[in-house]
């Protein structure tokens, strides 16, 4: 699969469940805006057979390095970035795992259940990243407890592998030039942003601004019945030039950090 069919999948995935990223493509579409992908996100556990070292190796395969790590403590994450060496316009990839040694006994039983009763061939399929929620378990129960202590292994287990989120480059656009801009235009057609430490994440000397909906709501057939959970978000990054002329390329955790709740079903209330 070359990188454009491997974008093209995940992007296609992720609509399927986000109906607002195709609006608020049209949205933009109408003043005549045309999209640039800043970057992809991707969730996972940070077990052996699925962690980053295991998800990393499709974009590995088309021209993709590592460059940034982060660390985020109070969600027990452990991320690295990845930048396209020879294609400056692809986006960047940006996958986290859930660090499982730092969790509950309880949560991390739970997930080694769940990967075990896995067939162990699917987790050597190429397109894993493209595989979503791959285990025979699909237990609303399971769902809520993984609730309590993580909205991350919750929001994995329902969904799986897939894209958690893209992300629009604000410097790209024509006819918004700061973040507020675009917030605004995004309120006032209707769109809930996530104010999780503020709707601005980031600020310019930090060289990166970032932004979000909430996610949306999108119904999940589960064994007890069918519950609507928040599937994925609409983010959108500026960037700001470093002493040397050249944007800034990498991430902010604090900023990051907030950015993830946007899928948290506490904000949605």
């Known amino acids: 699969m070359d990188k454009n069919q491997l974008l093209s999948k995940l992007w296609e995935q992720y609509a399927a469940i986000t109906p607002s990223a195709k609006k608020i493509h049209a949205l933009l579409a109408d003043k005549g805006e045309t999209i640039l992908n800043d970057h992809i996100a991707i969730r996972t556990f940070n077990d052996p057979r699925i962690n980053i070292a295991v998800l990393e190796k499709p974009f590995l395969a088309i021209g993709y390095e590592a460059r940034g790590e982060y660390i985020f403590e109070s969600k027990k994450l452990f991320a690295q970035h990845y930048e396209h060496t020879t294609d400056s316009s692809a986006p960047r990839i940006f996958i986290s795992e859930l660090e499982l040694e730092k969790c509950s006994d309880e949560l991390q039983q739970t997930v080694k259940t769940i990967l075990d009763d ?58 918004f030039e700061k973040l507020e801009e675009l917030n605004s235009f995004l309120e006032e057609n209707g769109w809930k942003l996530n104010a ?25 057939n589960f064994e007890e019945g069918i519950f609507e959970i928040p599937s994925c978000y609409y983010e959108f ?21 907030k950015i993830f709740e946007s899928t948290d079903v506490k904000l949605q209330k």
């Open 118 to 175: 896995c067939d162990q061939n699917e987790f050597n399929n190429p397109e894993l990243v493209l595989s979503g929620s791959i285990w025979k378990s699909n237990s609303h129960a399971i769902y809520t407890s993984l609730l309590e202590e993580s909205e991350y292994a919750a929001w994995m287990y329902v969904y799986g592998f897939r894209a958690n989120h893209f992300t629009i480059n604000v410097n790209a656009l024509q006819n």
């Open 196 to 220: 999780s430490g503020g709707k601005i994440k980031g600020t310019p000397e930090q060289l990166l601004e970032q932004s979000s909906t909430l996610a949306d709501l999108y119904s999940v």
């Open 237 to 257: 990054a500026l960037r700001y030039a470093m002493p040397n002329g050249n944007l800034y390329q990498g991430f902010v955790a604090s900023s990051a950090d």
